[in-house]
C-alpha cells in the first residue's frame, strides 16, 4: 500500500530565506507525486506534479520539487520565502496499487513566515 | 470555466441527526473525490468515483456515511445518524480520467463545514 509522510508538522522561516518541506513516500510502483496549497479559508490548489518524466518539476510562485526515487523523496523548495506563502502544504502520492490510481495525502505541513 | 461546486458551504446539526452534501464537478471531469478533512490534519479520502461507478470506498464508514453520483455528473454524500467526531471540512474534487488518471490534477471545491453539537 501507498503512503507519505510529511516530516515537519510546522515550518517556521524569514521572509527572503529558503523554504524546504520535506515529504518521503513509499510505493511499490512508479508513483505520481504532487504538492498542494491550501491558503486560510481558501480551496486547496496544485503546486506542482511529477509523473514520471523530468525529476526536477517546476511549479507555481518559484516552487519546485525533486523526485529521488533512492531517497523516496519529493521535497518541496523555494529559494526566497514571501509573506504570502504562509499557509499549509500538502504532499500527495498516488499510485495503480489497487487497480485504480487513489491519492493518499499527507498530514500536512504548515508554513510560518516571518517579516 | 466554472470551478467544482459544493453546497451547503456550512452547516451545523445535532448528532444523531442526518446531513447531506452536494457536489458539481468541473464539466467532462469523469473522476470525483469526496474527501473528510479534520482539523489539522490532511484530507482523508472517502469515496472516489469514475463516472458513476465506485473506485474505491475503503475509507467510507458504510454503517453512516453513504454517497452516491447517479448519470456520473452531480454527486451527493449523506451521513445519519452523525456523529461528533464527523465534525469536519467535506471536500469535493474533481479530476479528468483515462489511462493517465494518476497523474491527472484534482482541482478543489470550497468545502461545506460540518458542525455537530
Known amino acids: 500500500a501507498q503512503s507519505v509522510t510529511q516530516l515537519d508538522s510546522h515550518v517556521s522561516v524569514s521572509e527572503g530565506t529558503p523554504v524546504l518541506l520535506r515529504c518521503n513516500y513509499s510505493?511499490?510502483?512508479?508513483?505520481?507525486l504532487f504538492w498542494y496549497v491550501q491558503h486560510p479559508n481558501k480551496g486547496l490548489q496544485l503546486l506542482l506534479k511529477?509523473?514520471?518524466?523530468?525529476?526536477l518539476v517546476k511549479g507555481i510562485n518559484g516552487f519546485e520539487a525533486e523526485f529521488k526515487k533512492s531517497e523516496t523523496s519529493f521535497h518541496l523548495t523555494k529559494p526566497s520565502a514571501h509573506m504570502s506563502d504562509a499557509a499549509e502544504y500538502f504532499c500527495?502520492?498516488?499510485?495503480?496499487?489497487?487497480?485504480?490510481?487513489?491519492?493518499?495525502f499527507g498530514r500536512g505541513t504548515s508554513l510560518i513566515v516571518h517579516p | 470555466e466554472a470551478g467544482v461546486a459544493q453546497s451547503p458551504r456550512y452547516k451545523i446539526i445535532e448528532k444523531r441527526q442526518s446531513v447531506a452534501f452536494w457536489c458539481n464537478p468541473i464539466?467532462?471531469?469523469?473522476?470525483l473525490y469526496w474527501y473528510q478533512q479534520i482539523l489539522g490534519q490532511g484530507p482523508k479520502l472517502l469515496i472516489q468515483?469514475?463516472?458513476?461507478?465506485?473506485?474505491?470506498d475503503s475509507q467510507l464508514p458504510k454503517d453512516r456515511f453513504s454517497a452516491e453520483r447517479l448519470k456520473g455528473v452531480d454527486s451527493t454524500l449523506k451521513i445519519q445518524p452523525a456523529k461528533l467526531e464527523d465534525s469536519a471540512v467535506y471536500l469535493c474534487?474533481?479530476?479528468?480520467?483515462?489511462?493517465?488518471?494518476?497523474?491527472?490534477?484534482?482541482?478543489f471545491g470550497p468545502g461545506t463545514r460540518l458542525t455537530v453539537t
Open positions: 474534487a474533481s479530476s479528468l480520467a483515462g489511462l493517465a488518471g494518476g497523474s491527472n490534477e484534482q482541482y
Open positions: 510505493s511499490s510502483y512508479s508513483p505520481s
Open positions: 511529477y509523473t514520471s518524466a523530468a525529476t
Open positions: 500527495v502520492v498516488s499510485d495503480p496499487s489497487g487497480g485504480s490510481y487513489i491519492p493518499t
Open positions: 464539466s467532462g471531469h469523469a473522476t
Open positions: 468515483f469514475q463516472n458513476n461507478g465506485v473506485v474505491d
